[in-house]
């Protein structure tokens, strides 16, 4: 791990640990700010109208994913799916501010975004790995490859050979095509 991941990391995490303790603190403090969109969403979506109902509980939960991601984060644990849901829980607090922001909250909703885009930033970040879906990729040409030699090495034992040989090769592109 780099010295800048190493320091980054868990300071980008405290904002979100303090916030989630406070959130715990203070659950009414959370909750009314995202009343609003809750009620909004128990409308769209009638599954989760019974959190609509509950805004102090949401407030827990939230604050509960930021303590628990935030020391996730900040030890280097499951960095990418940590930094995601706090990157969700700083969105969802965003949509709680800018609902209040005429009430002069503008410096928070502020803050959220720019945790939010500094999480999102930390979700996609492999810390110099390449990712599992390259990884794969890597491997599938590796193998077709291999595959060819061998095949070629076996080309010339004979006509019922090279046509055993081809019908492997063809299946091989489609296989790996696919």
Request: without cysteine; hydrophobic residues 45%.
């Amino acid at each position: 791990m780099s010295l800048a991941r190493l320091i980054a990391r868990p300071l980008l995490a405290s904002s979100f640990v303090w916030s989630g303790v406070e959130r715990l603190r203070r659950p009414e403090d959370t909750g009314r700010p995202l009343e609003p969109g809750l009620r909004r969403l128990g409308t769209a979506v009638p599954a989760l109208a019974p959190l609509a109902q509950r805004p102090r509980t949401v407030g827990r939960i939230v604050g509960g994913l930021q303590i628990g991601a935030g020391a996730l984060l900040a030890f280097g644990k499951f960095p990418r799916l940590s930094a995601l849901l706090l990157a969700g829980t700083a969105a969802l607090t965003a949509v709680g501010d800018s609902a209040t922001a005429a009430g002069g909250r503008t410096p928070a909703l502020l803050k959220n975004f720019s945790l939010a885009g500094g999480v999102l930033l930390a979700s996609v970040d492999t810390a110099g790995q390449p990712s599992l879906a390259w990884r794969a990729r890597k491997l599938g040409t590796g193998a077709r490859r291999e595959l060819g030699r061998e095949l070629e090495k076996a080309a010339h034992l004979g006509r019922p050979v090279r046509k055993a040989v081809a019908d492997v090769r063809k299946s091989a592109k489609e296989v790996i095509s696919h």
